[in-house]
Structures are given as structure tokens and as C-alpha cells.
């Protein structure tokens, strides 16, 4: 198996993205650390894992606090010994014009999406650079290349993602670490659906209608699913993707970014 002997941590591990790479990784022969903020999906998630006899531990963690990130790379660590592979898929979502937007709702944006990442990289690099391997992916978005009316503080976050992407790569080179971004665009998840229909009331639209809408623009005529982005993590873990370090990859069924 692919990842036989190494250990996984992801946030944002109990829905979306993150679970779907949790079950990916975790069938090629991954331990698992997830992690999210919500106790509730962390119950849900955790059992689903360990049916599939995957070796898992859930460890509730809130990437604004740097002593929770610390606290959730020790578990990691004490219980499995050693830290391999970090995927940051936490996320969190506002939408508002900047002359509206409340400063503390802005700021939460940026600082769970990006600043959360820099916590969670500091938190097992140590690690990592002990044993000189490792894997760092950040789930970023399409919206770190563009971005619409309202979505400033996401855009801002996710395009700052890129910059501690290609930054921290070139910390790490030559150490067997690489740093990596994915790109995807509108992913079949809960959070989209939540966002989209943030989107359909600012529009005074349905759900169904832009929802419909966002998939007949893409070219393939569908969004992806969690699974292919999880198929993605899954190669830039492997040693085929060594030399590959600093870039971000949109997977996007053609979407323009």
C-alpha cells in the first residue's frame, strides 16, 4: 500500500474534503488523525473511519488557537510516534461587502483559512523535519486566483495561501518535506451547498437555480467530487510527487480560474 506505516494528520477531516482524503489515505495504509472544531462530526466521522478498520483517532481542535493545534500534533504523536502527512481542509465561510462586512467575521475568515494553516505547519514541522519526510498540503480554491463581489475575506485568505505555500516550500527544500496547494473549484460538499446559498439569497434566487447554473458553466458540465480531490492529495503524498513542491494545482472539470 501507498502510505503503509504513515500517519495523517487532517483538519477539517470529518466532512467534505478532508474525510473523503481520511478514507483515502487511510485504504492505503495510513493512521489517521482527524481533527475539527465541531465535537459532533468528530462523533460521526470517527466511527465511519474505524468500520472501514482504518487505524483513526479524532482529536477535537480549533485552528485559531495555537495551544489546540500544539495539543492536537502531540496526541498525533504520543499515540502513533511519528507525524508524516499534514492536510489542511478546515474552512470557514462568510460572505459581505467590505462596507458591511463585520471586522470580526472578516478577520475570522482570514485567520482560520490562512493563519490556521501557518499554526498547523508550525505545529508538526518539527516533526517532520526530524525525520526529513514529510508531506504538506493546504486545500486552497480556485478563489485564490479570482475572486467575486462579497467574497473578499475568502479570496484574501485563499490567495494569501499561496504565498505560504510557495514560501515555506523553499524553507523546507532539500529537507524531504514537500508543500503543496490544491485549487479545486465548486466541490460536491456541505459547505458549497452553504455557500451557494448565501449566493442564491444575496441574488434573491433558489437554491436549484444557482446551483444549475454554476454546473452548465463548466465545461465538463459537472463539479467534482470530494473523492477526486482526495485522489489528488493522494498522488502529491506519494513518492511519485517528491520533486514536486511550491505549486498550486487546480483540479476544477475545467472551470476557468
Known amino acids: 500500500m501507498l502510505l503503509d506505516g504513515k500517519v495523517a ?22 493512521k489517521l488523525c482527524v481533527s475539527t472544531s465541531n465535537q459532533e462530526k468528530l462523533d460521526q466521522a470517527v466511527p465511519v473511519l474505524r ?8 482529536v477535537r481542535a480549533n485552528v485559531r488557537q495555537m495551544k489546540e493545534v500544539t495539543d492536537l500534533a502531540a496526541v498525533a504523536l504520543k499515540t502513533f510516534g511519528r507525524i508524516d502527512i ?22 475570522k475568515v482570514v485567520d482560520t483559512d490562512l493563519v490556521g494553516c501557518f499554526r498547523c505547519s508550525k505545529a508538526v514541522l518539527p516533526a517532520m523535519l526530524k525525520q526529513r519526510w514529510g508531506r504538506i498540503i493546504y486545500v ?29 516550500a523553499l524553507e523546507v527544500a532539500g ?30 434566487k433558489a437554491y436549484e437555480e444557482v446551483w444549475e447554473k454554476i454546473v452548465n458553466s463548466y465545461p465538463m458540465k459537472r463539479v467534482t467530487e470530494p473523492e477526486e480531490q482526495a485522489d489528488l492529495m493522494l498522488y502529491l503524498v506519494s513518492e511519485a510527487a517528491r520533486g514536486l513542491t511550491g505549486q498550486a494545482i487546480a483540479l476544477t472539470a475545467g472551470a476557468e480560474w
Open 9 to 30: 494528520v487532517i483538519t477539517g477531516g470529518a466532512s467534505g474534503i478532508g474525510l473523503a482524503t481520511a478514507k483515502r489515505f487511510g485504504a492505503e495504509g495510513a
Open 51 to 58: 468500520g472501514q478498520d482504518y487505524e483513526v483517532i479524532g
Open 86 to 107: 499534514l492536510v489542511c481542509s478546515h474552512g470557514y465561510s462568510h460572505f459581505s461587502n467590505v462596507v458591511d462586512e463585520d471586522e470580526e467575521e472578516w478577520i
Open 140 to 168: 486552497a480554491a480556485t478563489s485564490s486566483f479570482r475572486c467575486e463581489a462579497s467574497w473578499t475575506a475568502k479570496c484574501s485568505a485563499k490567495s494569501g495561501l499561496l504565498g505560504l505555500t510557495r514560501g515555506l
Open 175 to 204: 529537507q524531504g518535506i514537500t508543500v503543496n496547494a490544491i485549487c479545486p473549484a465548486w466541490v460536491r460538499t456541505g459547505r458549497a451547498k452553504f455557500a451557494v446559498n448565501e449566493q442564491a439569497k444575496r441574488q434573491g
